[in-house]
C-alpha cells in the first residue's frame, strides 16, 4: 500500500497559479499511473487527468483543459499537478490517488487503490 501525501493548496486570487504535488511517504510512486481528482463542496469528486508510468497522460475533466498540467518526476516520487489561470469554481479539496491494480490509467476514481488526504484550494477575490 502507498502513502501518498499531497501539497501545494491554499488561497489565491482569479488568474493565479498553484502548483500541487503528490508524494509517496512509503512506497514508490512508480510505476503506477497516478491520478488527481477533485471534489468541490456538495458536489460529486471528478477526475481531472491521470499520468501513467511511462509518462502517458490522459485528461478527463473539459473545465481544466489548457490550464492545468499533470506531470511526474519518478526519480523525487512524486507527482504535479500545475494549475494556472484558476477560477473561483476551481475551488475545492484536491486529491491524487495512485493504481496499483493495473498499470494503466482510468477516470473513475474506483478504479485507484491508493489515496491522499486531499489539499485545500480556494479561489477567490
Known amino acids: 500500500q502507498l502513502q501518498l501525501v499531497e501539497s501545494g493548496g491554499g488561497l489565491v486570487q482569479p488568474g493565479e497559479s498553484l502548483r500541487l504535488s503528490c508524494a509517496a511517504s512509503?512506497?514508490?510512486?512508480?510505476?503506477?499511473?497516478i491520478g488527481w481528482f477533485r471534489q468541490a463542496p456538495g458536489k460529486e469528486r471528478e477526475g481531472i487527468s491521470c499520468i501513467n508510468g511511462r509518462g502517458t497522460i490522459y485528461n478527463y475533466s473539459d473545465s481544466v483543459k489548457g490550464r492545468f498540467t499533470i506531470s511526474r518526476d519518478n526519480a523525487k516520487s512524486t507527482a504535479y499537478l500545475q494549475m494556472n489561470s484558476l477560477k473561483p469554481e476551481d475551488t475545492a479539496f484536491y486529491y491524487c490517488?495512485?493504481?496499483?491494480?493495473?498499470?494503466?490509467?482510468?477516470?473513475?476514481?474506483?478504479?485507484?487503490?491508493?489515496w491522499g488526504q486531499g489539499t485545500r484550494v480556494t479561489v477567490s477575490s
Open positions: 512509503r512506497g514508490t510512486l512508480e510505476p503506477y499511473a
Open positions: 490517488a495512485a493504481r496499483r491494480r493495473a498499470y494503466g490509467c482510468a477516470g473513475a476514481e474506483t478504479e485507484y487503490d491508493d
